[in-house]
């Protein structure tokens, strides 16, 4: 399996531009979670998916943030307009959820999105 | 509420010295435990778990024990090498798909 991906790797932009990142699940994970992870404010929750259906946004910070899952392999973040604030490092993780081989939860991180507004 | 409390970084050690990374929680009901890792540039991966009290999670030379009389889940390797160099993550789960992480403790090892 490829794992998690995430596109792009980096991402240069300007205040005030649409930013959009991208992220394929593992195959048959029903869950997918979009983190930030950024110094001063350590790893953040910012929204969960449950078989493509959002289940707690309460970490997304402004509704300049929104996401998406159209379907089970394909999740999107976008932020517009974007602001230097949101510079960061931003994770899509996924997870088969509690049953099976792996009844923790345990996720799955892709290699992440760098994200700098200038 | 939930929460994860690990020990501040950054942690610097020589290679081949003792490693000790402290992690305490707070929790209702009875949490898995868990320790991820983040190598520079990647994501976090799973190092190791415990499910229930008094259980010992271990991976690649990493231990840790899952104390539930003093709500702690320390990580542990008796001799780190370059190649451990990363950041830390404690993390709890009590069910519901959200996992608790700590705020990472930042690993460098010295040749």
């Known amino acids: 399996d490829a794992g998690v991906i995430q596109s792009p790797r980096h991402e240069v932009t300007e205040m005030g531009q649409e930013v959009t990142l991208r992220c394929k699940p593992i195959?048959?994970?029903?869950?997918l979670f979009w983190y930030r992870q950024t110094m001063m404010r350590g790893l953040e929750l910012l929204i969960y998916?449950?078989?493509?259906?959002?289940?707690?946004d309460s970490g997304m910070p402004e509704d300049r943030f929104s996401a998406k899952m159209p379907n089970a392999s394909f999740s999107t973040l976008k932020i517009q307009p974007s602001e230097p604030r949101d510079s960061a490092v931003y994770f899509c993780a996924s997870s088969p959820g509690t049953s099976g081989e792996y009844p923790y939860n345990e996720q799955f991180f892709g290699p992440g999105t760098r994200l700098t507004v200038l | 509420g939930n929460s994860v409390t690990q020990m501040e970084g950054p942690v610097t050690l020589s290679e081949e010295a003792f490693l000790t990374i402290n992690c305490t929680y707070t929790a209702t009901g009875y949490p898995s435990l868990f320790w991820y890792v983040q190598y520079p540039g990647e994501g976090l991966q799973l190092l190791l778990k415990?499910?229930?009290?008094?259980d010992k999670g271990s991976n690649k030379g990493f231990e840790a024990t899952y104390r539930k009389e003093t709500t702690s889940f320390h990580l542990e390797k008796g001799s780190v090498q370059v190649s451990d160099s990363a950041v830390y993550f404690c993390a709890l789960y009590t069910g519901g798909f959200k996992t608790i992480f700590g705020a990472g403790t930042r690993l460098f090892v010295k040749a």
């Open positions: 195959s048959g994970h029903d869950y």
């Open positions: 998916f449950n078989n493509n259906v959002p289940i707690d």
């Open positions: 415990a499910t229930k009290a008094d």
